[in-house]
Structure formats: C-alpha cells, structure tokens
C-alpha cells in the first residue's frame, strides 16, 4: 500500500536547467530507491544532491508539513508508521495533524503515530453545535431528563464555542480533536532511524571502460 508518493528531483540537473525527477512511493525497499536515483541521474559522483518537489499522502493533510529537503529514510520510517495504523487510528492520526501541535517536522509525524493517545478524538462533530449538542444530550454529563422543558433554551453552539475555546480543540476535517494533556514521549530523536527503516542507497560507480582494459593487458603482461 502507498501511504506517501514523493516527488524526487535531481538538484544538480535542476540548477542548471533540466528537470530530471521520478515519483517514488513508500514505504519502500532499498533495491527501488536505488533505481530511482539511477532514473533521475543520481550517481554519487557528478550529481549527488536531491529534493522533493510534491508530496501525495494517503493521510489527509500531510503533503502540507513534509519538506524539499526530507530524507528517503526519515520518508519511509514514516510511511511504514502510518502504515500500521488501523482506519480508526488513521481518521485521529489526521485530525491530530490538522490540529498542528506536533506537526512541525517530520520527527513530530514520526512521533505522532505512536501518541495518539494524547489527543482525544471525536468524528462526526464539525461546528460548535454538534460539539455543544454532544456534551448535553449525549455524553452522560448533564441530567437531561431532569431539565424537563428547560432543554428547549439551550444554546448549543455558545455552550459548544465555550467547551472548544477552554479546551483549545481544534475542527479538523473529519471531527474534533483536544490533547488531553497526557505526556507526549519522543521516542524519535529526529537523528537516528532504526536500521529496519533505513532504505537510502546510492548508485554504485561504474568502473570505466579503459580502467577494464588496462587491467586485462597487466593481467595478460603477468601472463607473460
């Protein structure tokens, strides 16, 4: 499955007029990264410098905070995370990006999937009145029954307006989203990806032609 499909782009060719560039999908293996950055000219001796010019994410609202300059490792550690998530946990892992606490970087994406308990998610609800209605009607919080007829002049979406501003949540496109203020672990230094997800693979160096030949007439000279 392609969670992220990025655009590469050879830098040297770029900056001297040619755009030479593969879209790349992830997660991925070694072996195709390899080959991509031998489609695009990618050599590791005249040209060794690359960046990303789009993103197309599976997760809604990713492609927003993934950079040029992304590493393929970092890219793939990444995919594979959001890889394991399950359809629940993908709709929250969205909105908790949307909610912008810990998507600055790709460390804080990288981060995320493994702190969606932080964040309380609530789908369905996309205003102040759905939030508000909830909490009066349906979370078990208020006695409605007790209210009687006083239910009628309720406010749904001032109340709803109040709960989001003091809770600090945040709209996101498929529901709610808060952070419930539990602790938010770092297991990712934004440094060193673990060895599984490392995939970045430079182009081996062709031996020149004349450097075979030369080595063929010592080898016959030995002979001699």
């Keep these: 499955m392609t969670i992220i499909s990025a655009f590469i782009t050879n830098l040297g060719k770029y ?6 560039g593969e879209w790349h999908d992830f997660p991925t293996t070694r072996e195709a990264i390899f080959r991509t950055f031998e489609e695009i000219g990618i050599d ?4 060794e410098e690359f960046f990303i010019t789009d993103y197309d994410c599976e997760a809604k609202g990713l492609s927003e ?3 040029e300059y992304a590493g393929v490792d970092e890219l793939n550690y990444l ?12 709709e929250a892992y969205e909105a908790a ?5 810990y998507s600055t970087d790709i460390k804080d994406l990288i981060n995320l999937t493994e702190n969606l308990g932080c964040f309380d998610y609530m789908p369905g609800i996309d205003g102040y009145y759905d939030l508000g209605y909830y ?3 349906e979370s078990g919080c208020y006695d409605t029954k007790g209210m009687g007829s ?19 949540g945040t709209f996101a496109s498929r529901g709610y989203v808060r952070n419930n203020g539990d602790n938010f672990i770092e297991s990712y230094d934004g440094e ?10 430079m182009p081996r160096q062709k031996e020149p032609e004349h450097s075979a030949s030369r080595q063929k007439v010592s080898q016959n000279r030995g002979a001699r």
Excluded at 15 to 20: D, R, S, T, V, Y
Excluded at 97 to 101: L, P, R
């Design 15 to 20: 900056n001297e007029g040619e755009l030479a």
């Design 44 to 47: 590791g001796v005249c040209y």
């Design 65 to 67: 905070h993934l950079g």
């Design 79 to 90: 995919a594979s995370k959001i890889e394991s998530l399950t359809e629940w946990e993908l």
């Design 97 to 101: 990006v949307e909610a912008g606490d």
């Design 135 to 137: 909490w009066v009607e």
């Design 150 to 168: 006083l239910t009628n002049y309720i406010d749904y979406e001032r109340f709803g307006r109040d709960i989001c501003l003091d809770e600090g």
């Design 192 to 201: 060193c990806v673990p060895e599984e997800y490392r995939v970045f693979s």
